[in-house]
């Protein structure tokens, strides 16, 4: 049986009125019918077609930012994450990845749920309190996460939907009264670093990473700059390498990519002068590229990178991580049975990132006594206290190293 044509709905002027429209036969008054998040029956008015036609986008688009529930103060502090999150169109795409990853693993489906007028200092005193304990988080991480929280407070507060924003002084707090330690990378020791670089080196499966190690620790580059080096930055000439860009590696869209960006501050632009070591690693590196073909990986425009996989693609993080814990590993097996057989300690390499290999880098810079505002141009630093911490740590460690020295020395008592 054939389905019967339903009738569709026109204007004074024979145009077909979408679904909601209708006219007024008394004065021809375009009306537009909506049910708003309330559940409430609304009204939107126009003499025009099309101007109640512009009206009617803008309901739509203003529901969708959740716009109706954030001004009447039914907002989740999810819908308002979601609304801070859309007015940052200037953030880097890793930065903006690395917000929504924290957001939705540790806010979202709990802290997230709660609407934004209710939450008191208090409330998020033990959100925080709960994430440090039962989550067992670290700090710096908890840091992270209130990076998020606390402009989206602000942002409400600004809009005037909330009077005051209740996580204010509450980082400060967590932090005085925790007894969690802040999470200290600690730099590798001489000998750990001679002892790791020196596995690069005479382990066949793994001497392929020597040149990226080299650069790493022999200029104390972040992983990102590192990994995005192209040949047009090394001048071997003036023995000097222009950091000004970096490879990202983040989430987007549930994939994961490559991006090139600026480096992460304005001091992150330098030029890193090349030790002797970093200067024959890349140039025996250059010669075996001439020889074996370069690298043909192109990305955002960037061409000739240094380092790549076997894929002809970049390294990321992860994968170098995992580097690194394989080779420490094969090294500390070995040492501890060469050190049996030779009657003396092993010198054990511990668990460490590639970022620690930065460290490393910049505390034997503050080792040699090297001025401080080199130092911090060398590393990129854009705040000097951040430079000033590793100096002060570094100098401390030698202090105590020299009274102990001086104890063993003289007999005080």
Not at 261 to 269: D, L, Q, Y
């Amino acid at each position: 049986m054939a389905k019967a044509k339903v009738k569709q709905r026109k204007d004074n002027k024979g145009r077909v009125l979408q679904k909601g429209e209708s006219q007024r036969k008394l004065d021809g008054m375009y009306i537009y019918t909506y049910v708003d998040p309330y559940g409430k029956r609304c009204y939107a008015y126009s003499k025009d077609l099309f101007t109640l036609r512009e009206k009617e986008q803008d309901l739509m688009r203003a529901q969708m930012d959740g716009l109706d529930y954030y001004v009447g103060g039914h907002a989740t502090i999810n819908m308002a994450f979601d609304r801070y999150m859309s007015t940052k169109y200037n953030l880097r795409a890793t930065t903006r990845s690395n917000y929504i990853y924290m957001y939705d693993r540790f806010v979202r489906d709990e802290f997230g749920n709660k609407f934004l007028a209710d939450v008191k200092y208090t409330d998020v005193k033990l959100f925080y309190y709960h994430l440090l304990n039962d989550k067992d988080i670290a700090v710096n991480t908890l840091e992270t996460i209130h990076t998020v929280i606390h402009p989206i407070f602000d942002m409400a507060v600004r809009d005037d939907i909330i009077r005051r924003n209740p996580s204010d002084g509450v980082m400060a707090e967590i932090k005085k009264n925790s007894k969690k330690n802040k999470g200290i990378r600690h730099a590798l020791t001489v000998e750990q670093q001679k002892a790791f670089m020196e596995a690069v080196k005479t382990f066949p499966e793994y001497y392929h990473w020597y040149p990226l190690f080299a650069t790493l620790l022999g200029t104390g580059m972040r992983i990102g700059e590192c990994t995005g080096l192209t040949w047009k930055d090394i001048d071997f000439k003036k023995r000097s390498i222009s950091v000004n860009h970096s490879a990202t590696y983040y989430m987007r869209n549930g994939t994961a990519c490559f991006g090139i960006s600026a480096p992460k501050t304005e001091a992150g632009v330098r030029h890193i002068p090349m030790m002797g070591a970093v200067y024959d690693a890349l140039q025996n590196e250059y010669e075996r590229q001439k020889r074996d073909g370069f690298c043909t990986y192109e990305l955002d425009g960037y061409t000739g990178f240094v380092f790549s996989n076997k894929l002809n693609s970049l390294h990321n993080p992860h994968c170098v991580n995992l580097a690194i814990r394989r080779i420490y590993e094969a090294y500390n097996a070995k040492e501890i049975i060469d050190a049996k057989r030779e009657h003396r300690e092993p010198v054990i390499i511990p668990h460490f990132s590639c970022h620690v290999l930065r460290h490393t880098f910049c505390s034997r810079l503050c080792e040699s006594d090297m001025n401080v505002k080199v130092i911090q141009e060398i590393m990129g630093h854009k705040n000097i206290e951040t430079t000033l911490d590793i100096y002060t740590e570094v100098n401390f460690n030698k202090k105590q190293e020299s009274l102990e020295e001086l104890a063993n020395k003289i007999d005080f008592f």
